[in-house]
């Protein structure tokens, strides 16, 4: 399985960006799927998550769970991060994750996660 990330950027505080993540070499919707993002000097941190199957549930950090929403596309095996208005603590390089087994957290850590994209840079200013 490999995880492509991209549409990070360079935008000013309140603005939007959407991240996407192409899975490749297997169905998306058989994953449970995160994004995590880590800031200079810091440790990665859990953003959001989705759940595969019918009961699918949605999981954010709390700063950015009014922000931020995570989405699949199946039908282009694409997992997406929009998010609005974007504060400077935004700014990190995000990465988005996979996970064949159910996620044994909440938040699920970093370390659950069995694939890993090589991360897109987003940055905010003031």
């Known amino acids: 399985v490999q995880l492509q990330a991209s549409g990070g950027g360079l935008v000013q505080v309140g603005n939007s960006l959407r991240l996407s993540c192409v899975v490749s070499?297997?169905?998306?919707?058989?994953?449970?799927m995160g994004w995590f993002r880590q800031a200079p000097g810091k440790e990665r941190e859990f953003v959001a998550a989705m759940t595969w199957g019918q009961d699918t549930r949605d999981l954010y950090a709390d700063p950015v769970k009014d922000r931020f929403v995570i989405s699949r596309d199946t039908a282009k095996n694409t997992l997406y991060l929009q998010m609005i208005s974007l504060k400077p603590e935004d700014t990190a390089v995000y990465y988005c994750a996979a996970r064949r087994r159910a996620f044994t957290s909440n938040p699920p850590m970093p370390e659950q996660f069995d694939f890993w994209g090589q991360g897109t840079q987003v940055t905010v200013s003031s």
């Open positions: 070499g297997r169905t998306l919707s058989t994953y449970n």
